[in-house]
């Protein structure tokens, strides 16, 4: 049965039903509840909330009446298999209504409210970018000049969909250094590891197939597999990383059409996956038919010991497809990273690759190629490695001073970024709207979740502010904290 | 009705039935006959081909034994949702059936035989590349060097999924050198113009709708909307460009969701979509709330006289989607090019991109913007645009010299490549074996239909062969063409 987060503000001067009904129309929207899904019956979810079957009645019937949900008699109510025809006024241009036009299986593609940013960023928390002020600029510089002279004829005629073939070849080489055994023609470069994901969609996912997620999760994963029409079933996150005999139990009543996983550093937790829980997922695949992707992200921007290798080392029979990214290591917009599958899939992608985007900028891929030859790369890593490593040391210890309470996060395993749970007492709402007014841009947990939890968690990175950013944000954060909790208790 | 290309060949050994499963065969494995479509009645197909009733029905019978068509009592044939879940060996690795967990939407995309390329090339006639002598290359090392030492630190915090904003204000403006008025929140700069008509088959296309496109015409397009699962309708071609009155008796009783064109310089044909035409087109558009996709690829690279002003200069109630492409005035690989859209279907673009792979190269754009800003990609297109004019002239020269009987072709109002057709006295067949066997690479005409239709055709291009190269391959060309037409004649 679906498992709804709702929790009923009795409160508030807003009607129960008219909650409810807010509250599954944001699912519908973000397609957490998927077109053609059954609801619960009344008389189950009001039980399962403690609320009213009429309340229940009333925000579905309000539903229908959107065009949102279809009620089928003697079945049962389900999300309708379109949104409504008529065109929003916002919709339509010169006569042309295109919110009538759009493809369902983008038309509930939205950003969650808790990736809302404010008008004036004073502390920019957000996670996901790199420090400007260390961009290696002139080693891309060097980078690009040289490709250019040493192979601009050959770029010109680059033709291969799986990418350029000496960067094919230098990843392969790189991987084995981690333990991966990958031939050049197993690596298809992409555009950025977002596009692997994409990819991985698009030549796997039927709408309507389940897709296992993390939860909290990585919503990039979570909106390209959304594109392709997946369910999202959320797994749930503990200290020892993704809850294997959750997933098993799921399995055993229902297919799963693929597993995403982060497990050198979970999105965004930052545990690791540990060794048992590894062999588990890895034998659940083989039994089920049920590939693993392995989203490698961060594993170079390890904070503590090296990482453990990756699950991609323990597969000999390519159950794991193993995503990896260049762009955390020179710039997010270099958008250059590779997916290392099994041949009878790649052979698959490289025709959804053509009708995509015919394949990665070849010039980018040169440039790594010669970054990676030169050690400039390995440099660079190294350099931003030990400054995240610092920063994350120092917003813990800013957090602990300006935190009350029971707040909760650890550094994480890899990474630039620290999920942090509030203490309990602050209303997280009211957080979120003081740290808006604030000018604190973050990444609100329910960003991370399919079913609109994790209000209560915020995900803080470190790539854009330095130590004195950091303690004067933290420092911020917990005067909004502490704000929020009195208003609370008041209350 | 279907309209098949199917031509019985009654000299050969191998039986009408499966002459005519094998042709269905392809059509499906291709995907131009899509999932849930209904096949012609046996005896319908049957009189419209001048077979036996038998014959078809020995072909269908086949083909649902392989589960690739599905017949239901009293409804018709179909074909079937999905391919025979089977796998095929060389899609088994170590226990994985990969073919089994093939999506159905990729499933069914192949290139056409027609796109086969010799083991050895001696000349290379493939269209769609750039001459490898005459890229930019000083030009792009100059271009990345600048966008580098200027936007290092911008470039490493570029966030933005429309594309690079001063690449998006340098299109607008270039628009409007064109006559096109774009504000720059209206640009979205793509991976190339291929990904513009993939992101339009995200947003617009749900798995049935019906896409109109130009036959013969440009087959990644087909490949783009046929990923989304549109079902692809061919419109005729004739001097004029799209058969319009065409296009409107199919719109008299179908919904068309949109309509796909290249109006400067018809891919293959190279004829210009007049005037009249475009008023019709604009026309059925409005009416019939159906967006057409302006495809403006190659028309900086006029062979003759000015192009024609863009579609998108008659549409001020934003009709037209206009994409066009940085990738031929530069290198294939740079992979940079722009899509204009009304506000309401760019935001939706916006998540669907955010869901493909997050933004286009962001070193590649500020390098364009650089060599736009230096005149150097102006200096680069005129260059190009001559040598390639030259170059069609010469090979037009050669064809002359080289073909016997009604072989046909013209100039192309812009590009780089000719649309041949073969004398009618040469076995379309043979002269394709004898160009593999001889090493002479091209694209057969039946890339080019959706239908199969078009073996009689080449796509001769001109970017990767110099004058003499050109009149060397045509006259090889002309050795087998002949050959070819005495082996018809002595059969």
Do not use: K, L, M, Q
């Given at each position: 049965m679906l498992d709804l987060a709702f929790r009923p503000d009795r409160a508030s001067s807003e009607p129960l039903h008219r909650q409810l009904e807010g509250y599954l129309r944001g699912l519908i929207r973000a397609g957490r509840l998927a077109p053609g899904e059954k609801l619960p019956a009344t008389r189950e979810l009001a039980a399962s909330l403690g609320l009213g079957r009429n309340t229940v009645a009333q925000a579905y019937e309000s539903l229908c009446d959107a065009g949102l949900l279809a009620a089928h008699v003697g079945q049962g109510t389900f999300v309708a298999a379109r949104g409504p025809r008529a065109a929003a006024p916002s919709g339509s241009v010169g006569g042309f209504a295109w919110d009538g036009l759009l493809a369902s299986r983008t038309r509930w593609l939205q950003w969650p409210p808790g990736a809302a940013v404010p008008k004036e960023i004073r502390f920019d928390f957000r996670?996901?970018?790199?420090d400007a002020d260390s961009a290696p600029q002139l080693e891309l510089r060097r980078a690009y000049s040289r490709a250019l002279a040493r192979h601009g004829r050959a770029l010109a005629a680059h033709r291969d969909p799986l990418g350029w073939p000496p960067l094919r070849e230098a990843v392969a080489r790189a991987l084995v250094a981690r333990g991966i055994e990958a031939s050049p023609d197993q690596v298809l470069i992409t555009s950025g590891a977002q596009q692997a994901l994409d990819l991985i969609g698009r030549c796997l996912i039927d709408p309507g197939d389940a897709v296992a997620l993390e939860q909290p999760g990585y919503f990039s994963a979570a909106l390209a597999f959304a594109s392709s029409g997946a369910h999202l079933l959320g797994i749930p996150v503990d200290g020892r990383g993704l809850r294997t005999d959750v997933l098993a139990r799921l399995l055993r009543t229902r297919r799963i059409k693929l597993v995403y996983t982060t497990p050198a550093a979970q999105c965004p937790t930052g545990v690791v996956l540990d060794d048992a829980r590894r062999e588990e997922l890895l034998a659940l695949a083989a039994e089920n038919q049920t590939p693993i992707v392995e989203d490698d992200y961060d594993s170079e921007l390890r904070v503590g010991a090296a990482p453990m290798p990756a699950l991609k080392t323990r597969d000999p029979d390519g159950r794991v497809l193993y995503a990896g990214t260049f762009s955390k290591a020179t710039l997010p917009g270099m958008r250059v990273g590779y997916l290392v599958a099994p041949r009878p899939l790649l052979q698959r992608m490289v025709l959804a690759r053509l009708a995509s985007?015919?394949?990665?900028?070849a010039v980018a891929q040169a440039a790594i190629v010669e970054m990676l030859a030169s050690g400039d790369l390995e440099r660079h890593v190294r350099r931003v490695r030990k400054l995240y490593a610092a920063r994350l040391r120092a917003l813990d210890a800013a957090l602990r001073e300006a935190l009350p309470g029971d707040a909760r996060w650890q550094i994480p395993a890899a990474g630039s970024a620290l999920w942090l749970r509030l203490p309990r007492e602050a209303d997280p709402d009211r957080v979120w709207r003081g740290l808006l007014d604030a000018g604190v841009a973050a990444v609100r947990g329910d960003v991370f979740h399919v079913d609109g939890a994790g209000r209560d968690h915020l995900h803080l990175g470190v790539a854009n502010l330095d130590e004195v950013g950091l303690a004067e944000g933290a420092a911020l954060l917990g005067r909004v904290v502490k704000r929020a909790a009195r208003k609370r208790r008041a209350a």
């Open positions: 996670p996901g970018g790199v985007d015919f394949g990665t900028n």
